[in-house]
Every structure is written in C-alpha cells, then in structure tokens.
C-alpha cells in the first residue's frame, strides 16, 4: 500500500471496480465510479489553494467524494460541522485563508486534513493531521483487529467527527467499503448490519444504546452478521455489554481510548468486570509515560509517543485545552496511571472538559454565554452521567436580584448561538453561590453538590 492516505483508490478501480465503494442506502458508488469523481474533483481544484474547506451544504457522500478529490489533488481538506454558527464558521475561514497558499510536495509527512476540536474560548481549535498519521493507524487498526476490521465499514456518523471520518476511509483503504447516514438512524443501521452488508461497526455509546432500545422495543432476534464493534467518543457503559453481546453474539465488541490529537493510543475488550477507570493497553506502536504532577503516588499527566500523532494546531494554540509537546512525547493533558497488569487508567481531565453525545464540550464556552445575558450574574456548566449521551450537560445560574428567566427561554437563547449538544439539557438556581479564596466561582464546590444531588442551595429553574 502507498503512504498516502488516498492511494489505494486506484488500486481498488482496477481491481474491484464494479465492488461498491461507498453507499448510503439511496446513492451508491462503486470503486471505479468513486475514483473517477475523485479524480473529477482533483481537476477542478487548480485554482484553488492549499487547504479547501468542505462544503457543509452537501450530503455526506458527497462531501466525502469532495475530501478525497481535496486531498487527491494534494490539497488538505479542512472539515468544519455543518451545525456550526456563522460567526464560527467566518472565524475559521479567515483563520484557514491565512495559511500558506501554496501545495506542499507530495509526500508521506505533506498535511491532509483539518479536523476541529472546541477549545475554551468557543472557538474551534484546528489539528491537522500528515498522510504518515493516518495511514499508520489503519496498518495498526488492521494489525490489531484483524480481518473483521477489513470488512464493509458501518460508520454513521458525520465526517466532521473524526472517529466516523476515520471509520470511512478504513473502509476505502482496506477495498471492502463503507456504509454511511446523512443523519443517524438506529432503523436503518439495525437493517444494513442484519442485511449483513457491513460487519464492522464505528460507534459512539450513545448510538449503540440507541440500537439496543430500538431492537428491545421491536423484539429483534440476534443479528449474526457482525463481527467487529469499535466504540470511542465516550465511556462505554460497560453494565450494558452483556445486553450488546446478546443482540450481536458474534461481535467482537471493543473500547478504544485516543483523541484527535493522538489516534490510538490504549485499547480493551469491553468487559464489565474491568475497573471503571481502565482504557486498556497501549497498541503496540504506542509507549506512554506517566508524569507526576503532584505526589508519586497520584494520578499523573498521561504523555504518549507513536507515529500516528497530530502535526500542529492551525494558527498554534496555546490555552489550557491545547495538547502539550515534550520533544517526540504529547499530552493532551488526561490524567492516569498504569496498573500492575499494564493496562492504562484514566483519571480524568486536567482541565474540565465533558463529553457528551461522543463530542468535546468545554465548560467555559457554555458559561460565557450565559453569564452574557442581563439576568444571570455567573454560571457554573457541569456533566452528569447519562446512560446514552455519556455525560448531560447541566447548568447553575448565579441570578441577579429580581431576575426571573424559565428554563424554556434558557435553552432557546443557548441554541442561537450554540451548537445542539451544548445546551444545557438542565438548569439550576444556586441560592448561595460559592465562591474560593480569590473571589472566583468554586466551580468544584458546586460539582460535588451536582453529584450529590440533595444540596439545599441547589433548585430546579421553572
């Protein structure tokens, strides 16, 4: 295979032209088709300059037709979320309109793509990633899982999610193909995998809990057809891999634990029984290093060093949310430990990032919004566990004296000018707002009455 990540479509044009490429149940391309509209988009792009931002307008086939002509014309293809606000979406553009213009040379280490991350100030933080990265990741992918992670890929999910992203072109690399949605469907999913036209399913936890609660209501026997479930974006609720296994008996169902920044870095096989904390061993390109931040014996600052790591934050990044580099070592500030069987344990966050619904969500963010509005004084954004979105996303108002807002009104302010999955799905009053040492919101404080949950400072907004 070539060291680049869309070499093999060529390949796969001569070899198995007629097999199909890419479907999503109204439109399918074979492999000759899909190379000859890479290759048509590749042409029309001379005029262009070296990073091309996606056209969110279009549906998701197409717009992973328009990635792989980007990159095939040597290009790197930027993909932003169609749900983004336009002021972020103008934010990005100018930030990708000052990035040299001109086409780097063809080569293993030349950048691809630009995937986007949230960062603390509500602006989307850039990483691009190199050709040698990816392609790295689907040879460990592959060495890792074996011949089940060659196979018709189910990926459902947007391109702008670079665990779906990465899902879809596994597929194209490997010449078995992918299956994708333009918008997720536990229906449509269950039917294509008892179809048996995939047998390798990309998910986030939430999707697969939206699968098990659709073939619970309709009584779906087994489905025999599946032999391979990658799950990342969140914590698997792993009390619920047993009603998994029974619904897919032949799958091997699997946790990996990475981020944008890194690829893969640990991976297990979902078990109930493992502690909680566990993410699994280190695939075997990976070495981490655990650092101590403050005692020996604590959970310490998780560094990792392999060939699938980022290249650089668009325009540099240099907030508390941005990854750290130590010579060939990054960290993307998680906290861990390994075990005395070698597996990895994660803490938690340096920072105080949530997860919800597989995306990264930042407190901050939420909080600036809402502190904006004339009726609340400060606010404290916080995650619950949530059995299908991995994490809710609640939020404590410090109100100003007379303020009376309803949580309805809350929420509708929050979605103009937010992303879906960071509106608070809950809105409390804090009575007696606390505070640390130094005047600032005791963000902690409030955390352990959240997971308390019997707090007398704390009321429901109406």
Not at 384 to 402: C, E, I, S, T, W
Request: charged share 20%; hydrophobic share 45%.
């Amino acid at each position: 295979m070539s060291d680049r990540v869309h070499a093999p479509l060529a390949r796969w044009a001569r070899e198995r032209g007629a097999a199909i490429a890419i479907s999503d149940g109204n439109t399918a391309l074979s492999f000759a088709e899909l190379n000859a509209a890479v290759e048509g988009v590749a042409a029309s792009l001379a005029d262009a300059p070296a990073t091309v931002l996606l056209d969110d307008r279009q549906s998701t086939l197409q717009r992973l037709v328009e990635f792989l002509g980007i990159v095939a014309s040597g290009r790197c293809a930027a993909v932003g979320d169609p749900d983004w606000p336009r002021a972020t979406r103008d934010s990005v553009r100018a930030a990708l309109a000052a990035l040299p213009a001109h086409l780097p040379q063809p080569a293993s280490d030349a950048p691809f793509y630009i995937g986007f991350t949230s960062g603390s100030t509500g602006t989307p933080k850039g990483f691009r990633r190199d050709h040698r990265s990816w392609v790295e990741s689907f040879r460990v992918c592959l060495e890792t899982f074996g011949s089940d992670a060659a196979t018709c890929v189910l990926a459902p999910g947007r391109l702008s999610h670079s665990l779906f992203l990465f899902g879809m072109l596994l597929g194209l690399w490997s010449g078995a193909g992918v299956v994708v949605q333009e918008r997720f469907s536990a229906a449509r999913a269950l039917a294509d995998l008892k179809a048996g036209r995939t047998r390798c399913l990309v998910a986030v936890p939430s999707q697969l809990v939206m699968l098990l609660e659709h073939a619970r209501r309709r009584g779906m026997a087994p489905i025999d057809a599946v032999g391979l479930i990658l799950i990342s974006g969140a914590r698997w609720m792993r009390e619920r891999t047993a009603e998994l296994k029974a619904l897919f008996p032949q799958a091997r169902v699997v946790e990996f634990y990475g981020a944008s920044e890194t690829s893969f870095v640990a991976w297990m096989e979902a078990d109930p029984a493992a502690p909680s904390d566990a993410v699994g061993w280190p695939f075997s390109n990976v070495q981490v290093d655990i650092r101590p931040l403050d005692s020996p014996a604590g959970p310490g600052l998780i560094f990792v060093r392999s060939p699938m790591l980022f290249s650089d934050y668009v325009g540099g990044a240099n907030d508390a949310t941005a990854a750290v580099r130590d010579g060939d070592w990054l960290s993307v500030r998680d906290l861990g430990r390994i075990d005395a069987e070698g597996r990895l344990r994660l803490a938690g966050r340096q920072n105080r990032m949530i997860v919800t619904q597989g995306k990264n969500l930042f407190p901050e963010e939420v909080e600036a919004e809402l502190a904006a509005r004339p009726d609340v004084l400060a606010a404290s954004v916080h995650g619950l566990a949530d059995p299908v979105r991995g994490q809710q996303v609640v939020a404590v108002l410090h109100l100003a004296p007379g303020a009376a807002p309803n949580a309805a009104a809350m929420a509708a302010a929050c979605r103009n000018r937010l992303e879906a999955y960071k509106v608070p799905r809950q809105f409390l009053v804090c009575a007696d707002w606390p505070q640390t040492l130094s005047g600032k919101t005791d963000h902690v404080l409030l955390g352990r009455w959240l997971q308390a949950g019997d707090s007398p400072c704390l009321s429901p907004l109406s």
